[in-house]
Every structure is written in C-alpha cells, then in structure tokens.
C-alpha cells in the first residue's frame, strides 16, 4: 500500500471480525452445566507457610481449596483442626441465618417490609470469616454478608427493625432494609452502590497500619462487581501500600441475571485477578466451612504479621433470588443449586459433625426448631414495634446528620415540614 | 392505536431504532437476555440477536466508556444504566469525555451516545434507588438531558434522541412507567391503559428535543416541571384550584425557553418543581431565567417545591418527594405573593 500498510488481503485476520458476546451454560429449561467450573479434590491444593512469597500461591488462584470430602471427612494440608465446639457453634449460626432470611422474606411477602436479600446457600462464607476475626477488626461487607452479624450475636430483632424502618431502627429509617450499620460489631455501613466500600476497606487497613495498630479489614465483593473500576483500585492500593486486609471476592456464579462469565469469570478465575498486582491469591470452596475458616486464618494471620494483604475467591452459589424484585426462574436452569457440585454449606458441616460422632439428626431439629424459635421471638419484638409504615423514628431526624453541623438551608426545609 | 405503557413505549422505542438502523444497538447490566430488571429491553435479544441487544459487566464507567467509543467509530449506542444513583462511576466518562469530544477534537470526532437511566422517587428504593441527579448533567455543556412523562414522548423523544448526533441523558421517572402517579400515593394507582397520551403509534415518529408541551393552558400561574412532577403539578393545580398553566419541559437541555417566557409573561407568576434537592437543583437555572428574562411581569417571587437537602430517606419517603400538598402550597403562596 502507499502509506506502507499491509493490503487487506495479506492480513493475517482476513476472516471478517465478529463481535464475541460471552452466554452462560444452562438458560431456562436447559440441564444444569457446571462443567466449565474448575475444582480440585478435597486436600489437592498445597498449603504454603503464611510468609510465602506472593507468588508462590500463584497456583492456588487456579485450584480449589477443599478440606471436607465427598464423605464430609477434613483431609489435606488445609484442615483448620476446628474443635466441635467451634464447628457447633458455626453450623448453629448457618441455621438461624437461613431461618432469619427465610422469615424476612416472608415478611416481604405480607407486607411488612419494601425489600429483602437472602443469603442461601453461602452462609459459610459470612459466618467462618466471622470467626476468625475479631469485632475490633472491621469488615466491610455487601448486602449478603448477614452471617457476621448473626454470627456475633447481633439482635436479630434490631436487625428486623432495620428492615422495618420502625421507631427502633438504629440507623433511623435511613436506608433501604438490609443495609445495617453497626461500629461495635465491626460491621461497616453497608451501601447500595456496588463496589465502593473494597478500596474503602484498604484506606481503613492503611490507617491502622499507619497507626502502629494490630487491627486489619476484610472486603467482600461479588462476581460481578469485580468488573467496577473500584475493585481494581483496592487491589492496586492493597498491593502497593502492602494493606493488612482480605479481599474477599464471592463468586455465587450470578450478578442478578447475568452469569459470571459476564464478569470475566469464564476466562480465568477471579481469584487470579490479583495475580496481575502481585498480591497472594487463594482459590477457596466456600461451602466448605472448614476451607473457608482455613483461608481465612491463613490471609488474617499474614496480614497481622505485617505482610499485607491476601485475594480470596469464594466459589459459591446464589440459592435464592438476588432479591426480592427478582425472578430467577426467567433466566436460569431452575435446579441449578440441587446440581452445584459443591452443594449446600448447612448439609456438608453437618455431615462433617455427624461423622465425628459430634452431631446427629435429633440435634440438627433441636437446632433448626430453636433458630426458628429465636427468629420468631425477635419477630415478635420488633412487630411489637411496628412494621414498615406501622411505625418510625421521628421525621425531624431525617434532617439529622446531613453534616456534622448545622446548616440553615436544612433547618429551615424541616420547618417548612413542621417538624 | 395500541394503548401502551412507558416501558412498552420505550421498548418500542428501542425496537424501531434498532429495526431502521443497523448501526443501533443496546446494552447494559441485565439488559440482554432478561430483557432489564425493569423489563425495557424485553425481547430485543431475541429478535435482533445477540450482538444488538446484550448484557455488560457491572461498570458504569465501562459501559458509557465502550459506548463512546463504538459512537466514535460511527455505531449508535443506546446504553441503560440500571437505577441513575449508579451513573456516578460513568460520570467522568460522560463529563470529561463524551461532553467534550466533539469540542475538543474540532468536530472530527462525535460521541452521539444515548445514555437510558431510570430515576425519581416515590418507590420506597431507599438512597440507592431514588436519586434525581439531572442537573450534574444539566450543568455540563456539551451534554443534552431530557425527562419524558409519558409514553408517547417516551418513545418518540427516544428516538429523536438515538437520531441525534450529540450525547443525550435520558432520564427515566421510573415511578411512573406503569401510570401517571399523580403524587396522591394513599389513592389507588391509575394504569396508562386508556389514557390519550399512552396511545403510541407503531412505526418511527419523533419528538423533538427541545420543546416542551403544554400539559394545562390557565392564566393564574405557570408552573415548570418535568418527569413524575408534570403529573404531581396537575393534580396540585386541581388541589389548589388555581387555573395554572402546567409545562411539561421534556428537555432540559436544550430548554424550550420561549414557551417558558410566554407563558410566564402571561401569567406573571411561577411555580418550579422537581424531585432532586433544592441546592443548585435545575429549579436553580429555571428561576434564574425566568428572573432575568420575566422580571417586569412577575407579580410574585418565584416559588420553588423540591427535594430536601438531605439523602433520599427510606421511611420518609412522603415527607421527603415534593407531593400534590407541597406543590399546591407554593401555587397558593405564588397567587399570593
Ligand atoms: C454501582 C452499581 N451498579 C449497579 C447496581 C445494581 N445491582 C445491584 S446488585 C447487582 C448485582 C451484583 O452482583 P454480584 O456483584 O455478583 O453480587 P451478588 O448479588 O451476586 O451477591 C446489581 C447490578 C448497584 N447496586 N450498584
Ligand atoms: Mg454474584
């Protein structure tokens, strides 16, 4: 050509280019298809020490940490040697986490509330972290990491006049239900918009290492929001300033309707993401509680020991729908989770415990009868209280905390309301 | 003529788009297959495949960034961003960039991007799913930013603004896509079904950016509205019983400013009402034009009903959307004044 370009016809590319759109397995109607998931057997995956370089857990982005196996017996290097206790007390708060969203979004049936998400079928995740980490640490969860707090005792009750917006909500009506607030219980405001609390969760680490403290943060964000630019700021950040934090990611394989390859996921795992900043990564099995305490100790124990900070991707399954405005059966196989070959987090701890003559079937009812019982209790509280619109804190607070200050524009906008 | 509602009105929309012109296409999060989580883009995938109508990765600053460049190429790029409250991680993009390209580049280079996002209050959303956030966009020359509050603009302003060869910010009022709420939230809600402006011809129309339509003729007052509030301003009009003259403004930018002129010279008085809060909200542009180009004729102050400088509370969701009770106390205060 003139201008010393290669003619057309001897590019290498000559087939005309097409535009590639990624699509899911299994749509509406199709067999579920999780072949394309990469898993390793239970007690596969090494264990490096926790001073590992960062690139000597490389390969763990590509495996899969397992510790319990198709028997529900804790094999391999990962095996966190829970004592029972430990494991009761987890498996205990898995049920009532369910129990609890399984009456919230009855709730939201009847009326009582505007909105609610459910967590099914990946309360390990939540609830283990939970565990190993302490309340003075602070996490930064999204909407469906309720387990921490269930986990920590929080009052489910207070939570329930959190999603009822009542005159007993500690964060005064102010957000939508789910979006719970609690300093004391570690568990930082959630917000709506995905994707921006992951740096904050980094800037919160670098704060306490700047101030010689041996606290660290834990971030959790989904599949799909890796995709925002925020995510790759916090991993950016977390590597460069070698930040006492864990970066959770949880993989539930969906983002409302739209697959997780839609987010990369099919290209190579999301774990791997933090290969490119230089940051350990640990590719986890989050229904197994036992992996997930044993990741989790591993990251928490190298982040206070002033190594920085470690990528986990939780290989999960979003159960139920994303959230009650959602239908899933109108873009997924509707027996996705009966077919997901890492099953339900609830039945594997409890085949666990049962196996190590520590937990039976009479025990799982007493504690399912009890968690419903619990859930029923904190229901009749917070009722006592009022649902949303029966009840709600003072209007004149919705011109509170605007600013730390006063402000006339404010002060008068809630005289012209005459409150 | 099919009775639609807004969302099958833009759906239509869409659709006649996409059918006239190879060169349009949508996408954004759950848009594709699942046809949007408020059901937009419902079916386009199947019919016009998958490489038109497609899902994105959760960033807002990569879908408006990709729609830019496909606009750039010579595409025509009809994107939705799922609720407005998550525009922000796409503002730089839209304000640095697609504001500016045409500008910067002498005219070589155009960005005519069709940003959808749905907006507005009245939904108990909470502060993630409730924002009006229009004039961060009003405020940015080289933007264009339009509100339509009714099926038949919907669609017709949709494809004027798909045709059109600059960015355009289309805004939603998602509280009103299956009725004219009318801001009376403890009556029963009325559906568009059988309502004049919900009849929707088939095939291409448009209606162009920049006028704006004159909902009620009356000679008390004007008022200048947009979105839900057209329908809030009417029924506070009746709850007031002041023969006002009610403006749907559908464009912001560009602004029909003489029928704001006329209209306030006749009146001699005004009423301006949105949901976003009131400091440096559109109202704040609205009554500094109307001052300095009506001084002479007005009888009154300007009023203005909007949101609260607060977030967007998820209890107080009443006291908090400017309703038919706030709006009518500012027309009596107007008549007053
Ligand atoms: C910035 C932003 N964009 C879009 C949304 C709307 N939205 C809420 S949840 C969601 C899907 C999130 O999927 P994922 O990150 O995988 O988390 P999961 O719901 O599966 O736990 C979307 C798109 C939002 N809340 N914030
Ligand atoms: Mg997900």
Not at chain 1, 38 to 46: E, I
Not at chain 1, 69 to 78: K, L, R, Y
Not at chain 1, 353 to 368: F, I, P, S, V, Y
Request: glycine residues 10%.
């Amino acid at each position: 050509m003139p201008d010393g370009s290669i003619p057309p016809q001897d590019r290498p590319n000559a087939p005309k280019l097409s535009l590639h759109i990624p699509e899911p397995a299994g749509r509406p109607g199709d067999a579920p298809d999780f072949s394309a998931l990469p898993l390793s057997p239970a007690g596969a995956a090494p264990r490096p020490a926790v001073e590992a370089a960062a690139r000597d857990t490389h390969g763990l982005a590509y495996d899969l940490i397992r510790v319990l196996d198709e028997t529900g017996q804790a094999v391999g290097p990962w095996n966190p040697r829970l004592d029972p206790d430990h494991l009761r007390r987890g498996l205990q708060a898995m049920i009532l986490t369910r129990a609890f969203d399984d009456r919230m979004h009855r709730a939201h049936r009847q009326g009582k509330t505007s909105f609610y998400m459910k967590c099914t079928g990946e309360e390990a995740i939540a609830i283990a972290q939970a565990m190993v980490l302490t309340r003075e640490d602070m996490t930064f969860p999204t909407y469906r990491q309720q387990g921490i707090l269930i986990a920590r005792g929080y009052p489910l009750a207070t939570m329930m006049n959190q999603i009822y917006s009542n005159a007993s909500d500690p964060i005064l009506g102010r957000q939508l239900p789910i979006m719970y607030s609690s300093k004391e219980f570690g568990f930082f405001t959630i917000s709506g918009n995905l994707g921006t609390q992951y740096p904050q969760a980094v800037g919160w680490a670098m704060a306490s290492a700047y101030k010689g403290d041996d606290r660290i943060a834990a971030a959790y964000i989904g599949d799909g929001a890796t995709a925002e630019g925020d995510f790759h700021n916090a991993l950016t950040f977390a590597a460069v300033y070698r930040a006492p934090v864990i970066l959770n990611i949880v993989n539930n394989q969906w983002a409302i309707s739209t697959f997780s390859g839609m987010a990369g996921g099919g290209l190579t795992t999301f774990a791997a993401k933090g290969i490119a900043y230089g940051l350990p990564t640990l590719r986890v099995d989050g229904n197994d509680f036992l992996a997930v305490t044993a990741a989790t100790q591993w990251a928490e124990q190298r982040a206070r020991s002033n190594l920085g900070a470690t990528v986990i991707e939780f290989v999960s399954y979003r159960a139920a729908q994303h959230s009650t405005s959602d239908d899933p059966s109108r873009y997924r196989p509707a027996d996705e989770f009966d077919n997901f070959p890492l099953g339900d987090p609830i039945a594997r701890l409890r085949q666990h415990l049962t196996g190590l003559g520590e937990w039976d079937d009479e025990r799982q009812a007493a504690a399912e009868a009890e968690a419903v019982e619990q859930v029923r209790a904190a229901g009749r509280e917070a009722e006592a209280v009022g649902t949303l619109g029966q009840s709600r804190p003072s209007v004149k607070t919705m011109f509170e905390d605007v600013y730390a200050g006063d402000d006339w524009r404010i002060r008068e906008q809630r005289q012209e309301v005459g409150v | 003529m099919p009775s639609l509602n807004m969302i099958q009105a833009l759906n239509s929309g869409i659709d006649t788009a996409m059918s006239a012109d190879p060169n349009v296409l949508s996408f954004g999060q759950d848009t594709g297959y699942f046809g949007g989580v408020f059901r937009v883009t419902d079916g386009l995938q199947r019919k016009h495949g998958l490489t038109r109508s497609f899902d994105a990765p959760i960033a807002e600053g990569g879908i408006v960034a990709t729609a830019i460049g496909m606009a750039v190429y010579g595409l025509r790029p009809c994107v939705e961003i799922q609720f407005a409250d998550y525009i922000y991680p796409g503002y730089d993009q839209l304000v640095s960039e697609a504001a500016k390209i045409r500008y910067r580049s002498g005219g070589e280079f155009t960005t005519p991007i069709t940003v959808r996002t749905p907006y507005g209050g009245g939904i108990f959303g909470g502060q993630t799913h409730s924002q009006s956030p229009e004039s961060l966009f009003t405020h940015i020359a080289g933007l264009k930013t339009v509100v339509p509050s009714n099926p038949y603009d919907a669609k017709g302003m949709l494809l004027a603004a798909i045709a059109d060869d600059d960015p355009v910010l289309f805004f939603e009022p998602k509280r009103i896509y299956n009725g004219p709420f009318d801001g009376w939230h403890d009556r029963p809600v009325k559906p568009w079904a059988g309502h004049e402006l919900a009849e929707v011809p088939e095939g291409s129309y448009t209606v162009p950016l920049g006028q704006a339509r004159t909902m009620r003729e009356g000679s008390d007052l004007t008022v200048l509205a947009y979105g839900t509030m057209v329908w809030v301003s009417l029924a506070a009009a009746e709850e007031a019983g002041v023969d006002a003259e009610v403006i749907d403004l559908r464009s912001l930018v560009p602004l029909d400013i003489d029928a704001i002129v006329a209209s306030v010279k006749k009146t001699g008085r005004c009423v301006v009402v949105h949901e976003a809060p009131r400091t440096s909200g559109y109202g704040a542009e609205l009554s500094a034009l109307v001052q300095e180009r009506c001084f002479h004729h007005l009888e009154a102050p300007i009023q203005r009903v909007t949101g609260w400088d607060t977030p967007y509370p998820h209890a107080f969701e009443w006291e908090y959307f400017p309703g038919p009770k706030r709006v009518a106390e500012a027309m009596r205060r107007a008549m007053e004044g």
